[in-house]
Every structure is written in C-alpha cells, then in structure tokens.
C-alpha cells in the first residue's frame, strides 16, 4: 500500500510539473468619489511563464470589451490603450492599472486576464481571469428650493394647499432628502395619496388657534392711512375740498409727476379653518437618471398652510451623500409681501409720453430680503379701465402707451399678494401740457385765421410774388 501512495504522489509532482497552476484575483475596491484616482490591483500565482497580462473594461452590460492595458512578455513591453497620461505599472505577480480623475463613465466592470505557457508545450497557453466592478460616487452638483404652483392668489377664507419642491441634480447613488423648518426636523408622512382625506380631516378636528373676537387685526387701522384728523384719506379729487370744510389746512398740489399714496392696509381676518400648532406634513419624492449616469432628485413638502404661523418661517430642504462631507442645503424664508415701492418714469409725464409704472421692490424686515414665494403682481385702476380698456393688467410693470390729458390725476393701484397675504398700493399719475404740441396746434390755427382775413385774391397775389422772385 505505501508503494502505491508513493506512485500517486509521483504522479501528482510529475502533473503539477506538466500542467502547472494559475490563479487570478482582484482586490476589491469600496466606492471611490469622482474625480479620485483609482489604482486596480490584480495580483496572480503561478508555476509557470508568464506569456501575457491584459486588462479590459467590460462595457454595454457585457456585451462588449474595451482593451485598456497589454503587457507581453514575449517581447517584454507595455502597451496602453487608452489615454497616454494614464501611465500604468506592472510588478512581479502583480500588474495594477492606475485610473487618475475617474469619472462616470468609468463607473462598471473590470477584467484581468492572464496568460502562462504550458509547462509541457511551449505552444499551449493557460489563461485565467478575474473581474471586479468599480463604483463611482457623484456628490450632488446642485439644490434648489422653490414654490410649486406660483404666482397664487392670497385666500383668507379658505384653507389651501402649499408644496415646496426641493431638486437635487448631479448624485449618485441617490441622496437622502429632508426638510428642517426653524432648523428643526420635520416628521413627515410618507404617503402623499391621503392628503386630502388625512389632511383636511385634521383640519377640522383641529381647535382654531386665534379666535376671531380675539383678532385685533380687524379693528387695528394704520396711523398712515388716517388724516391730520384722525379720519380716513380719500382716494379721490375732492379731498382737498372735504378738509377745507372740516377746517383742515388746505395743501397745494405736490409738482412731481406721482403722489405719494399711504399703503392700504388689509384686513388678515382668518375664519376658523385656521390649523393648530402642528400641521401635518407630506413628503413625496421621485427620482430619474440623468444622461450622465446621475440622478435627478424631486421631493416635495405638502402642507395646509397658516398664513399668521408661516409667516416668516425658515424652510430648508437638505442633502446627505456619502460623497459629501457634511449636508448640502438650500433655504427660503416664507414671507408675505409687505410695502411695495412704486417709481413712475418718465418724472414729469406729458401729453402723449409712453409712461412706465414699475414695482422697484418692498420694505422688507430684517429677517428677510425678498418676498417668498413669487408674488402676483395685478394693476387696476380706480374708478374705471386701463387705458387699453382692460380692467386689470399683470406684472411688475404697467405701460401706458401716449397718454392723453384725460388722465390726468388718474389713480392706479397694484395689489400685491401671494399665499400668506395681500396689500395695495396707490399712485397719482401727473400729466402736463406738451408745449410742442400745443405750439404746433396754434400755428395751425394761425394760418387759418390769416387765411380768412386776407382773402383768396391777396392770397393769390402773394403766391405770384413768391414764383417771380424765385
């Protein structure tokens, strides 16, 4: 029995020495970030001649090879296949492939192949291979926040819906989103299709936060909206003759083209649909792939919003990657628009100028330097149509195309409001006499009042005069 075992070990030598071994791995590699370099290591074994080491980048989910690196030891070369600065490296039982600022494109599988010479023929070659997959991260690229379904009307009677929609662009794999509001964060409902159900039942189950014979809004004036006496400013032309009556000092009229008008304030009367302290809140979130292999982000914030909370509350919606080291943001402040700015030009409008009537802003707070979400901005003026005939114009500005002396003292207001609130404002438009136009319609008028006194026989005289002496 031993000289048995002893011819099965000879023989096993004898088949080791014939055939030989090789075995191929790759180390593995966690996700690298883009931009990083990549080194790839494939280290292998063998008893026999190395022949060739080629390294492949698998491409189209397998159905094609890219060659990337050759080494040949028959001739004892490197030969590279792809970019000339991506220089590569080969060591003994070890051939690495170097990949310097990777990208997405270089996101998928790998290949080694190696090949030894058969220690029995020369001609015959043992090859063996082995793969890895490398993943590329992609840090988002940007964040924004913004209002869906804006402009909107301002709707004190009737509770309504407010989503913010957060984009993230240029991640992978896909980001965690969330939403903060007053740095704190917000518990979220995870399913959006019972919003109506869920949301307008809590709305009713809800106690009324303020009461309505507790709103001082309602009985609160502006002390710029009242006159020297404590009464209301009229908006209309024969103010000055109701305060010279009432004793009131008669003012004359101001010279620049537009009246500075007190702002109008609205009363923020709320019914009982006003919801408590703790709103419910609906998040849903959707996600597509970009042409780059990057994915795009979509989550939105529902809720029923409360015009006297929200007001000037901080919402921010945030990012965690594991290719970023701390959370990207993006944040908007709601705030309800608060004294418009209005600028006439030309300044001293006259008969027939193009007039422009433009909202150069508001007087903002200190917590907040813009009104959000984007206001409607809706012109009208009092006591009839626009000059087009139109009874409300949208917009920023408002064109009044050669304006005739009719208007005159004309009053324009532009309302102002988004989901948490309204305002007014007002503007007097100042028309003076063209002195060109009225100059070129007193020399008609000449020439026809000379043509009357001097009658067609001197007319005809003096037409002749003018032939001989030309």
Request: hydrophobic share 35%; net charge negative.
């Amino acid at each position: 029995m031993s000289m048995i075992a002893l011819s099965l070990l000879l023989c096993a030598d004898l088949m080791d020495l014939v055939i030989g071994y090789l075995t191929v791995t790759i180390e593995p590699l966690p996700p690298v970030v883009m931009g990083d370099t990549v080194t790839l290591k494939c280290n292998f074994r063998t008893d026999g001649n190395l022949r060739e080491i080629v390294w492949f980048r698998v491409m189209e989910g397998g159905t094609s090879k890219q060659k990337i690196f050759t080494y040949d030891a028959m001739y004892n070369t490197n030969f590279s296949h792809i970019e000339d600065f991506r220089r590569k490296e080969d060591l003994v039982y070890q051939s690495t492939v170097r990949l310097p600022e990777v990208q997405m494109e270089d996101d998928g599988p790998y290949e080694c192949h190696v090949g030894i010479y058969d220690r029995a023929s020369r001609e015959t070659v043992v090859l063996a291979s082995g793969s890895i997959t490398l993943n590329v991260m992609s840090p988002p690229k940007s964040i924004s926040v913004v209002a869906a379904n804006q402009p909107a009307r301002f709707n004190r009677y009737e509770a309504q819906n407010f989503t913010l929609l957060c984009t993230v662009t240029g991640g992978k794999p896909a980001p965690v989103v969330y939403f903060k509001r007053d740095g704190e964060l917000i518990e979220v409902q995870s399913s959006s299709e019972k919003l109506e159900s869920r949301g307008m039942l809590a709305a009713k189950n809800n106690q009324p936060l303020i009461s309505r014979e507790l709103d001082d809004t309602k009985i609160q004036k502006s002390l710029s909206f009242l006159g020297p006496y404590s009464e209301p400013v009229r908006l209309d032309k024969d103010r000055s003759q109701r305060s010279s009556t009432s004793g009131a000092p008669v003012q004359e009229e101001p010279s620049p083209t537009t009246e500075v008008i007190p702002e109008t304030v609205i009363s923020r009367e709320f019914p009982r649909w006003v919801l408590s302290t703790s709103p419910l809140y609906f998040f849903n979130q959707t996600q597509s792939e970009l042409h780059d292999g990057t994915l795009e982000i979509q989550a939105e914030l529902t809720w029923h919003l409360n015009p006297q909370l929200d007001n000037e509350a901080l919402f921010s919606c945030e990012v965690n990657h594991p290719a970023l080291s701390m959370p990207m943001k993006a944040e908007v402040t709601l705030s309800a628009p608060k004294g418009p700015k209005l600028s006439m030009t030309p300044n001293k409008a006259k008969v027939g100028d193009t007039v422009r009537i433009k909202l150069d802003g508001f007087q903002m707070g200190s917590k907040t330097n813009e009104v959000f979400p984007e206001p409607l901005f809706t012109w009208t003026r009092v006591g009839g149509p626009l000059l087009d005939g139109s009874e409300e114009r949208f917009g920023k500005v408002l064109v009044l195309e050669r304006v005739p002396a009719e208007l005159n003292g004309s009053m324009y207001r532009c309302t102002v409001q988004n989901p948490l609130g309204s305002t007014n404002t007002h503007t007097r438009l100042i028309v003076f006499e063209n002195p060109r136009i009225k100059k070129e319609t007193k020399h008609l008028n000449f020439g026809k009042s000379d043509g009357a006194i001097l009658g067609p026989s001197l007319m005809m005289s003096l037409l002749s005069l003018t032939l001989d002496l030309t």
